[in-house]
T-cell receptor
Framework: DAGVIQSPRHEVTEMGQEVTLRCKPI?????LFWYRQTMMRGLELLIY??????IDDSGMPEDRFSAKMPNASFSTLKIQPSEPRDSAVYFC???WGEGDEKLFFGSGTQLSVL | RKEVEQDPGPFNVPEGATVAFNCTYS??????FFWYRQDCRKEPKLLMS???SGNEDGRFTAQLNRASQYISLLIRDSKLSDSATYLC????????????FGQGTELSVKP
């Protein structure tokens, strides 16, 4: 049974470039979360969706960040333009329902912006 | 004040030791609580939920004190494989059910 699948695993880009991170949640899960993890700030919730609808995007740092979930099996997190301070591990997670506590995380995308 | 606070550690303990981690949360309306484990360079995984009456899962015991807004995790008979970062997690239902993670407590179990 496939877990949450994220791509790419690693991304190295230059400042100013557009970055797109991808996530495929576990089939049947209807909540999807994007988290960012850094040493300084730990795990921060950026945005989460329930039934493909964004419920809370208050954690999105600024307008350079956007997220979409066009269908139940796919989500993207886009950063445009990217900056060095965006360097972090970005995790996608999914769960059975809104407020369900057992999150299944993907392996994360290690983003380095030079 | 951070919503969920933990002592970052690291906690360095010998095999077989008992170690306890603490966590405090700021939102008194929080309804459910968890401990997640994160191995180095890996994703977080659910370790156990925390129930009001306290609960055990093998060598792990979780406790909740709602009055003090305090959660704890006790690990008995530590194993080398317990070395990881332990994340305290709170579900804030009054904010749409989002999970708030603490920064984590690092545990290193030595032979």
């Amino acid at each position: 049974d496939a877990g949450v699948i994220q791509s790419p695993r690693h991304e190295v880009t230059e400042m100013g470039q557009e970055v797109t991170l991808r996530c495929k949640p576990i089939s049947g899960h209807n909540s999807l979360f994007w988290y960012r993890q850094t040493m300084m700030r730990g795990l921060e919730l950026l945005i989460y969706f329930n039934n493909n609808v964004p419920i809370d995007d208050s954690g999105m740092p600024e307008d350079r960040f956007s997220a979409k979930m066009p269908n139940a099996s796919f989500s993207t997190l886009k950063i445009q333009p990217s900056e060095p301070r965006d360097s972090a591990v970005y995790f996608c997670a999914s769960s059975w329902g809104e407020g369900d506590e057992k999150l299944f995380f993907g392996s994360g995308t290690q983003l380095s912006v030079l | 004040r951070k919503e969920v606070e933990q002592d970052p550690g690291p906690f360095n303990v010998p095999e077989g030791a008992t170690v306890a981690f603490n966590c405090t949360y700021s939102n008194s309306a929080s309804q459910s609580f968890f401990w997640y484990r994160q191995d180095c360079r890996k994703e977080p995984k659910l370790l156990m939920s925390v129930y009001s009456s306290g609960n055990e899962d093998g060598r792990f015991t979780a406790q909740l004190n709602r009055a003090s807004q305090y959660i704890s995790l006790l690990i008995r008979d530590s194993k080398l494989s317990d070395s990881a970062t332990y994340l305290c997690v709170v579900n804030e239902y009054n904010q749409g059910g989002k999970l708030i993670f603490g920064q984590g407590t690092e545990l290193s179990v030595k032979p």
